[in-house]
């Protein structure tokens, strides 16, 4: 067995060949959201996505249901769940974050779905352009590839454990 360069070891982790995955958007701030959509899906698309469907949900919080409902059958390789979340005055920032990761969290945990946290939390609007900004740090480009290796592994998982 000859030795795998990292390069093609990180390519074969990003193969998303065949598999099927569901990016969930929300509406709030769209202009952030657009911005990271677009990164992801130019991302599964060059990484060979075998298919990629959309689903729009009002804001954070609603995430988790959606997602939930997308994992209750064996579409989907993997789940994106992209949303941003701007910290304001009040409290309000705190529980939607946090109970979007943690619906997040348990929608993946009870349906050994990969359910990607692409959920930005910040502290301010500038912060969120940055990280969404494709001339900056797009985020949304780490998020499909943790999707698509999360995808794999899972897939390879299954494969040696029941295969």
Known sequence: MRNQSLQ???????NAKGKRFGVVTTRWND?????????????????????VEEFI??????????CKTLVSGPRYNAIIAIGCVIRGDTPHFDYVAGEAARGITDVSLMSGVPVIFGVLTVNNREQAVTRADPAQDNKGREFALA?????????????????
């Open 147 to 163: 999707a698509i290796e999360m995808a794999n592994l899972v897939t390879s998982i299954k494969e040696k454990s029941y295969g």
């Open 31 to 51: 202009d952030i959201i657009g911005m990271l959509k677009t990164s992801c899906l130019e991302t599964l698309k060059a990484q060979s996505a075998g298919a």
């Open 57 to 66: 949900v009002p804001g954070a919080f609603e995430l988790p249901v959606a």
């Open 8 to 14: 093609e070891a990180i390519d074969g982790v990003h």
